[in-house]
């Protein structure tokens, strides 16, 4: 059989698109699809840190000594302390939806191919994010954390963007929305990540 003919006989059952130039290889993500779940699984490991975090001992409970080659981070100021403690509770509700807005997008790739229903998945999210944004420009911030707090900003307003991009693809149906999404998602998931290493050692880093 030539190729022509095979890309009739898998258009005729719904496997390629008219006027495609490549024909979609079944079963394989795309590495859209490969991308976003990298970002999932370090999204999913500041949760698990988030968890740990929550459920470690009160500062006056004892604890085993540990031995640690590393330097240990240094200690925050009091007003620091509160302002770590602050967004602390922005950040909780940060990576979770992070997360859920990955796991979306990998859904939709993966499993529905329903653009509707991304979109209600995604809408409440991207409005999440804007609100998560004000309220983190809104902390009394010590002139020492300025640079964090500026991470965080950036980071918000990424996710903002990438939410934003996703549901411009539920519109229009361009793949380039996603990809898009997906860059801004993962650089945001860093500047978590770098602002968690000044306010909250410990927390989940990529290797």
């Known amino acids: 059989m030539t190729l022509p003919d095979q890309r009739r006989k898998l258009a005729a059952k719904g496997q390629i698109a008219a006027g495609e130039d490549s024909i979609r290889t079944i079963g394989i993500p795309d590495l859209w699809t490969i991308l976003l779940a990298t970002a999932v699984v370090v999204l ?12 470690r001992p009160s500062a006056g409970a004892p ?7 590393r330097a240990a ?9 509160s302002y770590a403690a602050s967004l602390w509770d922005i950040h909780r509700d940060v990576t979770l939806s992070a997360v859920t807005m990955s796991y979306a997008g990998i859904a939709y790739e993966t499993e529905t191919r ?6 209600r998945k995604i809408e409440p999210i991207a409005k999440f994010f804007g609100d ?3 309220k983190v420009r809104g902390l009394a911030v010590p002139q020492s954390l300025s640079k964090v707090q500026g991470q965080y900003i950036e980071a918000m307003t990424l996710y903002r963007k990438a939410s934003d991009e996703m549901l411009e693809f539920t519109k229009d149906g361009v793949r380039q ?3 898009d999404a997906q860059s801004m998602a993962f650089t945001a998931s860093e500047d978590l990540l770098r602002a968690g290493e000044v306010l909250w050692p410990g927390q989940y880093k990529p290797h």
């Open 44 to 55: 999913a490991g500041t949760l698990v840190f988030a968890w740990q975090h929550e459920m």
């Open 63 to 69: 604890t085993a000594p540990q031995m640690s080659s």
């Open 73 to 81: 981070p240094r200690a925050l100021s009091p007003a620091e302390e």
């Open 114 to 119: 329903d653009a509707s229903q991304l979109e």
């Open 132 to 134: 998560a944004e004000q």
């Open 177 to 179: 929305h996603l990809i």
